[in-house]
């Protein structure tokens, strides 16, 4: 098979994916913002925190949450009635961080899109801990998801927040290596559909190049952390046009792995959530208990 026939069946590929698996809309600009914070009840340094971060989804523009995290086996339900205090940031419309106690945060002068720059939200995530954590000698864990990993990593490289005693930080399938998909959605113009994002996603983008060459910076603010890494070999088909490894449909094996990692955990035959109304088959990672029962273990200090 040609290069051009490999490239046009890739582009249609992608099509699909994008239209059965993101439901994909022309996003519009973002404009600067001014953080503006609505906090109550009291911080308590008694109990842990738990930071849901949510993937890139363009259809979920307008003030969607992270509802990956309460579909399937509900992540976060379950976290919380394990006990912790569980918060669900949200970045596509108004940027929030609501926890289960009542604490929240929000920036109502933030509008984002699909469009909006990935360090943007990520300093939206830093300002967002540092206005509710600092100082107040608490316990937090992450779980980011997806793009909501590059997100979260952006953050804590750029956010060294001092009180915040940040234990554990799960990456669940993110892509710190891009996706092809990104890079094949670029090459073909489709990102002008989905997104600023995509392209900063893509394989060998700045914005990745970058993230890597800092990655020493939250190692270093965050010295006592354990660094978490989930990732998945669903394999589908069509990974043979975009991947040269194991990968999840979206995103390989390398590159999830590829900024390194405490402890890794790969999940068998487990596809990305996004594709969940294009595969017809299979499980998302949402909707398997052992990623669950992993994350419950590894935030009680079990690897």
């Known amino acids: 098979m040609n290069k051009k026939m490999n490239i046009f069946i890739a582009g249609i590929t992608l099509v699909l994916l994008i239209g059965f698996g993101f439901s994909a809309f022309v996003s519009t600009p973002v404009s600067q913002s001014t953080a503006q914070n609505h906090a109550s009840p009291m911080v308590s340094s008694g109990q842990t925190y ?3 971060v949510h993937g890139y989804n363009p259809a979920n523009f307008n003030g969607a949450n992270g ?10 339900q379950t976290l919380v009635s394990h006990g912790y205090i569980t918060g669900m940031v949200s ?37 967002a801990m540092n206005t509710l954590f600092a100082g107040k000698n608490v316990n937090v864990d992450i779980f980011a998801y997806s793009m909501g990993g590059l997100v979260t990593l ?18 669940l399938a993110t892509p710190f ?43 270093s603010n965050y010295a006592t952390t354990t660094w978490i890494v989930y990732d998945g ?23 999830a792995t590829y900024l390194g990692y405490n402890y890794l955990y790969t999940f068998s035959d487990l596809h990305t959530a ?24 590894n935030f009680g200090g079990s690897y």
Do not use: R
């Open 154 to 171: 952006y953050s804590l490289e750029n956010y060294k927040i001092p009180g915040m005693n940040l234990q554990n930080v799960i990456f």
């Open 50 to 52: 738990v930071i849901l």
């Open 177 to 219: 290596d891009g996706s092809p998909l990104a890079s094949v959605a670029q090459y073909l113009g489709i990102s002008l559909v989905t997104g600023y994002q995509t392209d900063q996603m893509s394989q060998g983008s700045s914005f990745l190049s970058s993230l890597d060459s800092n990655t020493y910076l939250a190692v």
């Open 91 to 127: 970045y596509y419309g108004e940027f929030t961080l609501n926890f289960s106690n009542g604490l929240s945060y929000t920036d109502s002068s933030y509008y984002g899109t699909s469009n909006t720059p990935i360090q943007d939200i990520g300093s939206e995530l830093g300002t």
């Open 67 to 76: 509802n990956c995290f309460t579909t399937g086996t509900d992540t976060y």
């Open 233 to 255: 070999n669903y394999n589908p088909w069509w990974g043979y046009l975009f991947f040269s490894g194991s990968n999840d449909g979206v995103v390989s094996d390398h590159s």
């Open 274 to 297: 996004s594709l969940d109304s294009f595969t017809w088959s299979g499980q998302s990672y949402f909707q398997d208990q052992s990623v669950l029962n992993t994350a419950l273990s």
